[in-house]
């Protein structure tokens, strides 16, 4: 029996390289194609001009962080205490943080226009796009935690921090996040990548997020919208690579909205 | 008091914004003007939503099972012995990207590529062959699953090496020393092993491509009959259609994919048995 590489698994290597590159280079060259035989910067150029382009990236972005800061107000802290004191609700929990899989995102959004339709303040914004995203987001930040939480002694810890007489804030912000920071920069940033490129729950609630100014470009400025997806593939590049640096395994895993 | 107060306000929003619509969105499949009834989970079997019901089923199919295998041939490439260093790092990291580029950039990168005026279509009818007039369109199910692929693969390649890892060298040593050849090896140690991460695979994604929405939207402009696609129609008033008709579309999504897990969580406890 060989072990050593065989011509087969360099066919089939180069196979994948193949069919995985083309696409990016054509988009590339998509975006570069000014029309006949010229090439250049020109809808790079007219895309950073653009005030739509600025505006939904920045709107993709901060819907990002407040994505994040919803997880960390409301399942870090639940998390750490169901550590502590409730070890009975992890099932509870586990079984919640499957939820998203099984309901698909589309059948989500049905389910809360169907169920609210006020107040105002609350769906006419963009920032309610926040919910859904949360629990886009949920398996993965789950999964970060439930990994960093089990390999650290968190009883421990807390317990060292109250007999020195700090409360619980103090011993969540100074003892336990600084010991998950692995664990937590991984959620962010697959948080970061899971918002900035989700579609389905903007569109259909037609808010103007990256990702749907995307898709309107390529109606009517087909290379544009080729500039664009590449961009768009550089920032998921630029995140993955800083997921997979802060040292978690499981980065790609499941991406709720596709 | 203050835990309490965090796990009671997690488990709160839960309930609000996640049971209780999914909730809502099942009863409402059920209600019709005169209380319960089973008409709109019935007219789920007429021949428009049947035939979504098909599509979307024969989609997730297909491309969980070009994934499966192109994942796991990768896969097995990049893990075997004697494969470069360099080779793993590179194909696990790119994946990662790659299993997350989806949706509409991923749409204009296959259509710049592969649609009646891409890059390759034309090249390819350069040299005599015309590959839409030979049946090929990337608009249907056989163009989603190929772009599909794109992210199907890399996922598949993520979550099987850790599997490939778990085979021992030892193992493959002692059937080697037993004169089995590497066909034997697959067949009697390789495969078995492997089986239950395979068809977990198979059924993770399975449901990945099974509730997508935003590459076929963009792909097709809506324009193909799949379950996700026919609940934004009714969602956004592009069809006429009760309420109900959505509702129930997204109960049965939700029925499919609930199976789907249950099975799942079955063969992971299964699989576990392997790992020790």
């Given at each position: 029996m060989k072990t050593q590489f065989s011509f087969g698994n360099w066919a089939i290597i180069l196979l994948a390289l193949a069919f995985f590159i083309v696409p990016l280079v054509i988009t590339g060259m998509f975006s570069l194609w000014e029309g006949g035989s010229r090439y250049g910067f020109s809808a790079y150029q007219l895309m950073f001009s653009t005030t739509d382009f600025w505006k939904s990236l920045f709107l993709s972005f901060r819907l990002s962080v407040e994505t994040i800061i919803v997880t960390f107000v409301l399942l870090v802290p639940a998390m750490i205490f169901v550590h502590l004191k409730a070890p009975q609700l992890k099932p509870l929990f586990e079984f919640i943080s499957n939820l998203p899989f099984v309901i698909p995102a589309i059948a989500l959004i049905d389910g809360l226009t169907t169920l609210y339709t006020g107040p105002s303040w609350l769906?006419?914004?963009?920032?309610?796009?926040v919910i859904p995203y949360f629990f886009l987001a949920l398996p993965y930040g789950y999964r970060a935690l439930e990994v960093g939480l089990t390999t650290l002694d968190v009883k421990t810890l807390t317990e060292a921090g109250q007999s020195l007489g700090a409360g619980w804030g103090r011993i969540i912000l100074t003892v336990l996040l600084p010991n998950l920071r692995s664990a937590l920069i991984g959620a962010i940033l697959l948080i970061f990548t899971t918002v900035i490129g989700e579609f389905t729950f903007a569109s259909v609630l037609l808010f103007h997020t990256f990702a749907v100014f995307i898709n309107d470009t390529g109606q009517n400025a087909i290379t544009e919208a080729a500039a664009l997806s590449l961009v768009s593939f550089l920032i998921t590049w630029v995140f993955m690579l800083g997921v997979l640096f802060s040292g978690r395994k499981d980065a790609g895993q499941l991406k709720g909205a596709r | 008091m203050i835990p309490w107060l965090f796990v009671g306000l997690f488990l709160l929003f839960v309930l609000a914004f996640l049971v209780a619509p999914t909730a809502v969105l099942v009863l409402q499949a059920f209600t019709g003007a005169h209380g319960f009834t089973l008409s709109y989970m019935s007219g789920l079997l007429s021949f428009q939503y049947r035939l979504a019901f098909e599509n979307s089923i024969l989609l997730a199919c297909a491309s969980a099972a070009v994934g499966l295998i192109f994942g796991a041939l990768l896969a097995n490439a990049v893990a075997a012995?004697?494969?470069?260093a360099f080779l793993r790092g590179f194909v696990t990291s790119f994946s990662a990207v790659a299993a997350n580029f989806s949706g509409v950039p991923l749409a204009f990168a296959f259509i710049s590529t592969?649609?009646?005026?891409?890059l390759v279509t034309q090249m390819l009818k350069h040299l005599g062959i015309n590959i839409y007039d030979m049946?090929?369109?990337?608009?249907s199910l056989t163009g989603l699953t190929i772009t599909f692929a794109y992210f199907q693969v890399p996922l598949m390649l993520i979550i099987i090496v850790p599997a490939i890892d778990g085979l021992r060298v030892q193992w493959r040593e002692a059937a080697d020393g037993l004169g089995a050849s590497k066909w034997q090896y697959w067949r009697h140690i390789g495969l078995p092993v492997l089986t239950p991460s395979l068809l977990g695979a198979f059924l993770l994604l399975f449901g990945n491509a099974f509730s997508a929405f935003a590459t076929p939207f963009a792909l097709t402009d809506g324009n193909i009959a799949l379950v996700t696609i026919d609940i934004s129609n009714v969602l956004s008033g592009n069809v006429m259609s009760d309420p109900q008709v959505g509702a129930a579309l997204s109960t049965g999504m939700i029925i499919v994919m609930a199976l789907i897990l249950v099975i799942y969580s079955g063969l992971t406890r299964h699989a576990a048995r392997w790992r020790k």
């Open positions: 769906i006419s914004t963009p920032n309610y796009l | 012995p004697g494969a470069p592969l649609g009646s005026l891409g049946g090929f369109s990337l608009y």
